[in-house]
């Protein structure tokens, strides 16, 4: 939980005009969008889905144990780096 550097929540607070995702154009750019939605990044996502059925989660993938299970942790990594989302600076 929490601000992120995702266009939805910058939108929210004021720092960019678009809450949409420079990748696919989605809208809105949550978390979930990020992680486990936008078509632009599924590819990169098949780690990251694997890590997580290997700790137990199996069926629909949520957020939450993305970001808090720590044998998925060293995946997240490799996908938020292969991304290259956040490699250009943040205005906020």
């Known amino acids: 939980t929490g601000p992120t550097h995702l266009n939805a929540h910058r939108h929210k607070s004021g720092f960019i005009t678009s809450p949409a995702c420079e990748a696919c154009g989605e809208?809105?750019?949550?978390?979930?969008h990020y992680l486990l939605q936008c078509p632009v990044l599924e590819p990169l996502c098949q780690p990251l889905h694997k890590a997580a059925k290997c700790a137990g989660h199996f069926g629909s993938l949520h957020v939450a144990p993305l970001l808090s299970e720590p044998k998925i942790l060293k995946a997240l990594g490799?996908?938020?780096e292969a991304s290259a989302r956040f490699e250009k600076p943040v205005n906020c």
Do not use: D, K, S, V
């Open 27 to 32: 809208p809105f750019e949550t978390r979930a």
């Open 78 to 80: 490799t996908f938020i």
